[in-house]
């Protein structure tokens, strides 16, 4: 069922089935599920901002990237309310897909999130793509093998390692310009990084013509469509693909 955003907490109670949480590296993302309606998804600052909710839901699902204390803050949270709290983990398989990693608990759980909600999505040979603070590609076979994948650095952290460690070289710390190519400083910044975004498309679809006949590209991540819409390539735009990935163990 697609996700929809969601400006804000719903006006009556309604019964969900789990509060997924997808704690990365810069922000607390939220959905509230439930087999009957779209996806609900929200923000928070941190774990007391959950409170709210936690009345509504069943039980809680956790995706982290790190953040262990901010997690522990979530159990104890959960525990206070007597709600079922499981913190997911990568395994050697799980719905179709049989992890590449020798040690597979050592695969990052967004990476492992997306490519089992991928495999549902599609049964063809794919590569998932994810260009949030860490941009990272994920290729699977049409028979669900995991054959690995690649980790890069976002946009914005990009950019921002850019703009700290060179001289004489400023930049935005907010939006994007959109030329393809710069002719001042700021410019020229923005569209070097987002052309670096563009090459790792590229390098995905390169790989999967050259290995397989027929595949699909899974884009999903907070930059992805500022990624997407600089090719001619033909991809498919899943922004919650984590989150879709969660409700499989909801």
Not at 73 to 81: F, R
Not at 163 to 180: C, F, P, Y
Not at 198 to 203: K, M, N, R
Request: proline content about 2%.
């Amino acid at each position: 069922m697609a996700p929809r955003r969601s400006t804000g907490e719903k006006s009556v109670s309604v019964p969900y089935e789990a509060l997924l949480l997808d704690i990365g590296n810069s922000r607390i993302k939220y959905a509230l599920y439930s087999k009957e309606i779209p996806l609900s998804v929200n923000w928070a600052k941190d774990a007391d901002e959950l409170v709210s909710v936690m009345g509504r839901i069943n039980k809680v699902l956790i995706a982290a990237v790190g953040q262990s204390r901010l997690v522990e803050q979530v159990e104890a949270l959960a525990k206070g309310k007597a709600k079922q709290c499981l913190r997911l983990e990568s395994s050697e398989q799980a719905f179709g897909v049989m992890n590449a990693y020798d040690d597979p608990r050592k695969l990052g759980i967004d990476r492992w999130l997306a490519m089992l909600a991928g495999r549902q999505i599609t049964k063809n040979n794919f590569a998932v793509l994810d260009f949030g603070t860490a941009a990272t590609c994920d290729f699977v076979d049409a028979s669900g093998r995991h054959l690995g994948g690649w980790i890069a650095p976002g946009l914005t952290l990009m950019r921002r390692s850019l703009l700290q460690n060179t001289e004489k070289v400023s930049g935005r710390a907010s939006d994007w310009a959109e030329e393809i190519v710069g002719k001042n400083t700021l410019d020229a910044v923005d569209a070097g990084c987002q052309a670096q975004g563009v090459g790792l498309l590229l390098q995905a679809e390169a790989y999967l013509r050259q290995n397989f006949s027929s595949y699909d590209i899974l884009l999903c991540g907070g930059d992805h469509q500022r990624i997407a819409k600089r090719t001619n390539l033909t991809v498919k735009s899943y922004p919650e693909l984590v989150f879709l990935g969660m409700t499989l163990f909801a």
